[in-house]
């Protein structure tokens, strides 16, 4: 039933947007409930979650190959929605699984790198904090070098100073960030060097994300604001997706 068919009521009544917003928190719910993923790795199958599975393609529409990531360098597809960015990248080292607390106090633990040196690793690069996310036009979220004492390369939101350690299930590091970054749930096929997303671990925050961002994803995005992630997800490097990459004050 669409919004024109739907029996009015008395009282205000939601927008179209609006109904599809409460929609697709419906069908969140319904995903959360459609059990864990079943990976061998994964410690804590509650916080893991089904989603559809896309394969990573360049911008040619070929498979995104794991060769093709140097380490540090920063990578931008969307998953699990069409509008909801990750970062990709490879870390100079395997990534090893941590113990984790999520805002509302959920332990998990992280899943470990995929590829041949089990490095590569992808993060919903929506901030825990502010929601701050890379557009096209502007990031003030992006991967950095690190300081002292810090990893070699650290996801830092130039909105509120959050920094995370993607070296350990996107951790927070220091500002007022609340939990880590979500992990995005890679696949990789060791024969051809493809790479599947498959579903996230940890905290999301996609639907405070769609509410905050509604009338600016409606504009434009339109009717696939809300849509799931295709068969396939584009990957771009993060210099070239966004066309203003805001500098962060240490």
Known sequence: MNCEEQPRQAGPQPSCDRRAALHWAARLG???????????????????????????????????????????????????????????MALPRAATPVALTTGNKQAYQSLPGIGPARSIIAYSAICAHKLMYPTPAISFINIRKGQAGEPAHVVHCCGDNSRYDPTQGGRVIS?????????????????????????????????AFFEKYEFRLNLDHGAKALEASANTALVQPAEQYSRQMRTCKA
């Open 30 to 88: 319904a995903a959360c409930l459609a059990g864990p993923l079943t990976l061998a790795d994964a410690q804590s199958p509650l916080a893991a979650r089904h989603y559809g599975r896309s394969l990573l393609v360049d911008k040619f529409g070929q498979p995104f190959k794991s060769a093709q990531l140097a380490a540090g360098e920063a990578h931008i597809f969307q998953y699990p929605y069409q509008t909801t960015p990750v970062f990709l």
């Open 175 to 207: 500002g007022p960030a609340p939990q880590p970054l979500a992990m995005i749930l890679l696949e990789w096929n060791a024969a051809s060097d493809e790479l599947h997303a498959v579903g996230t671990l940890g905290a999301e925050m996609f639907q």
